[in-house]
């Protein structure tokens, strides 16, 4: 079984095109979307997403502006933000908005594995929480 | 000054200020100097006549009661002569026992102005005589004054020196019907007193002449009087005037007034001259006075208003410089934020291609690890070459990032500033141009800097212009520049020390001038200290240096910190 399932979003149609491959050799499943509206429609299909990585400078719906979406449709997807330097700031902006981390344009693919592993498993902590939470309902329900 | 001139060529161009000064200078004196000039003429002038004219009136009135005086002592005199040939018969008066008493009657009676008394039959002989000469009998038959008096009642005759041989005139009476005369004799000392009586300042005086110009008394002061004055007189035609004025320059060039009056039924002349400058001596002192004021007042008038034209051109063009400094910032900081954001674009625009080549590449080595190619020859080349593309890749990607960086704070905004980050952004910014010049950069920051509230943009120029500067002072000598930040009580202080020549005592006070300079002509404006002195003092700080010849320079900057808000601890902004 994959790692993790991961969106890429940016509307650099190459590097996604190469991310995906990168990223799929390392044991990934890779969707790809080439912009916000993309992503999101993809999302609503596709409810096995664990980590979006979402570029923040995008033509059309920006990354903060799709960042807020993801988050508010699909609270447990972890973002990830990529950005240029000079859009730090909105990449910190990203992180308040509840988006896990950022990498910086052009990154290792080590980083982005770690970031994303990470993602992965910060997701799996909130889902097992749920879980547990769900669970002890359950049981108060039983007990009462 | 045509407007398309800009205030840089006028900066330039130390004449414009001169010609400013100048008409600044020339429009005083003149609206201040012309009225003044104009009223005191206008004064000066009205004063000077109204003033000369009542002088001459109260010459001309001491003249003419001076006229009446002597006319009615010659009447007089003439009157008792003619008394004593009317009361007593010619036996009487022929009698010199009579005589006698007669003349020492008169001078009992008028002092000594009566020398003698004789009577003259018509042969001209003196018949009978009284007075301390001898004169009994002498023959006047041929002297100019008896040819006249035997033909009129009364005659005064002009002074002479006659047998006597000295000064005297005489008066004599003849009784209509007769053939002798009685004849008087006046002393002329007695009579020139009367004359000399006039007497006023130290010039002035009085004196009597007849038609030939001869003195009839004593002139207390010759002066200038010639004949030529008197035939002027003589000659003028209207005899309104009783006392006519004449002036005539005395041969030492001074200008005498001559009043002249005719006496004794125009036989004789009075005459009273007085220097002019005697005369009017109080006008003459009244018009040196107001001269000097004039003079005094018109030097002061120069004098201030030369001192405040240069005083407000001074100003003036102080405040250009400010202006244009001000201008040069602006065009610098614009310049800089137009060259920033075209960096952020371009840099912006690369950055997304080389994040694909360098994926790509990143690409090519995963799949070099895959089995097929481990057999292969190359590998090794291929994976040293896709390694030096990653490597390379991650320059560019540094170069860009430094630029995004760099355009990102070309704002004027004044936001919360961290000093340390700035300093080290810059210092990457600088390093490759030092280290050409062998010149190292050493930072010594202090960890956890008060951040504090400035342009980011504008701290940047700063920080650019000072490295800068140290560079260019030691771009052949090499050395080290060092950079520290620190707190000192309220302030975030940060010091540039560089290693250089230093900078002469003579430039120090005039270092942050606009426009001074001392690198080579179109290298430097003059302006990068004068920007960074601007930029701090608008956010309250200072900028100072420490210099001496050889021994470098140090620039220390003082920022203030925030006011810190009591309860939250945030800065307020």
Known sequence: MAMAVVMLVDDEVPFVETMTKRLTKRNLTILSAFSGA???????????????????????????????????????????????????????????????????????????????EEAKRKKGAQEQKILEARLKEIIGRGRG | ???????????????????????????????????????????????????????????????????????????????????????????????????????????????????????????????????????????????EWFKRAIRSPFYISDVFLGLRGLPHFIITVKPTSAR????????????????????????????????????????????????????????????????????????????????????????????????????????YRARRWALVILLLGGLGIVGTSVLLSRRMVQRISRADREKEMLNEQFIETGKLASVGELAAGIAHEINNPMAIMVEEAGWIEDLLQEEEFEEGANLDEFKRAVKQIKIQGKRCKEI????????????????????NDLVEEIVALCEQRAKYSNIHIHMNLMPDLPTIHASPSEMQQVLLNLINNAVDAMEKSGGDIDITTRVDGAHVVLDVGDTGPGIPQSNLARIFDPFFTTKAVGKGTGLGLSICYGIIHKIGGEISVNSAVGMGAVFHIRVPLPKIDGETGTPRS
């Not at chain 2, 003249?63 to 007089?76: A, P, W, Y």
């Not at chain 2, 002329?188 to 008394?217: C, K, P, R």
């Not at chain 2, 860009?400 to 000093?419: E, G, M, N, W």
């Open chain 2, 180 to 283: 002798w005369l009685l004849r008087a004799t006046i002393d002329f000392v007695a009579f020139n007193s009367l004359v000399e009586a006039t007497q006023l300042g130290t010039t002035g005086s009085a004196f009597i002449v007849n038609h030939n110009g001869d003195f009839q008394t004593r002139p207390r002061f010759e002066g200038a009087f010639h004949r030529e004055l008197l035939t002027g007189f003589l000659s003028r035609k209207t005899l309104e005037e009783r006392v006519a004025v004449f002036e005539n320059d005395d041969p030492s060039g001074r200008t005498f007034l001559y009043l002249m009056t005719p006496l004794k039924n125009g036989q004789w002349i009075l005459v009273y001259q007085q220097a002019k400058t005697d005369a009017f001596a109080d006008l």
């Open chain 1, 38 to 116: 993309e992503a999101l429609e993809k999302l609503k299909t596709q409810k096995n997403v664990d980590v979006v990585v979402l570029d923040v400078k995008m033509p059309g719906m920006d990354g903060i502006e799709t960042l807020r979406e993801i988050k508010r449709a699909h609270p447990l997807v972890e973002v990830v933000m990529l950005t240029g330097h000079a859009t730090v700031e909105t990449a910190i902006d990203g992180m308040k908005l509840g988006a896990f981390d950022y990498l910086m344009k052009p990154c290792e693919v080590e980083q982005l594995m770690a970031k994303v």
């Open chain 2, 1 to 143: 000054m045509a407007p398309e001139i800009s205030t840089k060529n006028r900066l330039a161009n130390g004449g414009y200020y001169r010609s400013l000064t100048r008409n600044m200078i020339l429009t005083v004196i003149v609206v201040s100097l012309s009225p003044l000039i104009l009223i005191s003429s206008l004064i000066g002038y009205q004063f000077h006549t109204s003033y000369q004219d009542k002088v001459l009136a109260h010459l001309q009135e001491i003249v003419r009661k001076h006229e009446q005086n002597i006319d009615s002592f010659l009447n007089e005199r003439l009157a008792n002569v003619a008394m004593l040939v009317r009361v007593h018969s010619l036996e009487r008066l022929s009698s010199e026992a009579f005589l006698k008493e007669a003349l020492s009657l008169f001078r009992e009676e008028y002092g000594g102005v009566f020398v003698d008394l004789g009577l003259v039959d018509e042969h001209g002989v003196q018949v009978a005589y009284a007075g301390p000469f001898e004169l009994k009998g002498v023959n006047y038959a041929d002297s």
């Open chain 2, 400 to 419: 860009t990032h430094k630029l995004l960086s760099f355009a990102r704070k070309t704002d004027p905004k004044i936001k919360v500033v961290q000093l």
